[in-house]
């Protein structure tokens, strides 16, 4: 997910790539349990706390209610997105890492796996060695952990950058034996739609193609199609998907956004879309200001209540609508 939402991207798909197709756990089941298409994702940061800011300044306690949330809409995986600059490079410090297992604990207590996105915000593709023991510092300890259904080495990797694809060579295969049996994940940048994909393709093993999707709803079908074409007989799921409810239309037009999305998501034979994002951004909520509309992708509104948006996820989620 990009910080700012360009304009350029906003009705293009971006296509994350899993390594390895693999089935995904609820809480305490193995990783057999459930199947990658049974994911009923909701991407996260709290409110007031956005990217970097999640981690520095981090609650217990607003993170706990925040997974209540996200379980109540029907969703059984919440995606987790670290940065290292915010957790500490190339060892992610004492503190930080107290509150990385705090989120993990968190979301299994509240009946949900895990999305984990790793080297957010991430450019350094020249120190695969720090890079490596960056990874093996905050999953150490992790192995076996049945939560984790899905890990992105990296989110929008520049694929036409060699340097950036050779160091997710190198660094999936040490995914591999930090998360034995966990899929891994790399996605393309998000301007670069099929050709990313395609480049990813080519390049790193992919067994699951996962579309971001911000564009008309109407339009959804043909991309998801395309994003199958790809895949072949791969699954294909919708990873980030979203409408601002600031504008025209407001939060009805966001409501409508998903319901029609929902039509070309099962149109097209792939699982329902994983919303962007839990709830809108106050003023302070990103560490840097951001777009006007950026601040209202929310399922829930600044205060804790829910949009409309958020019964038709629900019903989605649930399989009522």
Not at 31 to 60: C, G, K
Not at 219 to 225: C, F, G, K, Q, S
Not at 232 to 240: F, K, M, Q, S, T
Not at 278 to 296: C, I, N, Q, R
């Amino acid at each position: 997910m990009a910080f700012v939402r360009r304009a350029a991207i906003a009705a293009a798909a971006t296509f994350v790539v899993l390594a390895q197709l693999v089935c995904a756990p609820g809480p305490g089941a193995s990783l057999s349990r459930r199947s990658v298409e049974q994911l009923r994702i909701v991407n996260y940061y709290p409110s007031t706390a956005a990217w970097t800011r999640m981690w520095t300044s981090y609650s217990h306690s607003r993170t706990a209610g925040d997974f209540h949330a996200i379980a109540s809409l029907g969703a059984n995986t919440v995606r987790i997105i670290v940065q290292p600059q915010a957790v500490g490079y190339p060892t992610v410090s004492p503190t930080m890492l107290s509150r990385f297992h705090d989120v993990m604990s968190l979301a299994r207590r509240s009946g949900l796996s895990v999305q984990l996105t790793l080297f957010d915000w991430f450019g350094r593709y020249d120190d695969v060695t720090g890079s490596a023991a960056w990874l093996r510092s905050l999953l150490a300890g992790e192995k076996g952990n049945p939560t984790i259904a899905l890990v992105e080495l990296r989110n929008e990797i520049p694929t036409a950058s060699p340097q950036a694809i050779a160091w997710a060579s190198t660094l999936l295969p040490l995914l591999a034996q930090v998360l034995p049996g966990v899929p891994r994940t790399v996605s393309a940048s998000g301007d670069s739609g099929i050709v990313g994909i395609t480049a990813v393709a080519a390049t790193l093993p992919v067994d699951v193609v996962d579309v971001h999707y911000y564009g008309d709803p109407a339009d959804a079908v043909p991309t998801l199609l395309a994003a199958k074409a790809v895949a072949a007989e791969r699954p294909v799921i919708v990873g980030e998907a979203g409408r601002s409810s600031l504008g025209s239309g407001g939060e009805q037009a966001q409501a409508q956004f998903f319901r029609v999305l929902s039509l070309a998501t099962r149109a097209a034979g792939v699982p329902p879309a994983a919303p962007w994002v839990l709830s809108d951004f106050t003023a302070g909520g990103p560490p840097h200001p951001v777009a006007s509309a950026e601040y209202h992708y929310g399922l829930r509104r600044t205060n804790g209540t829910w949009k409309p948006v958020a019964a038709v996820v629900r019903a989605v989620f649930t399989g009522k609508g």
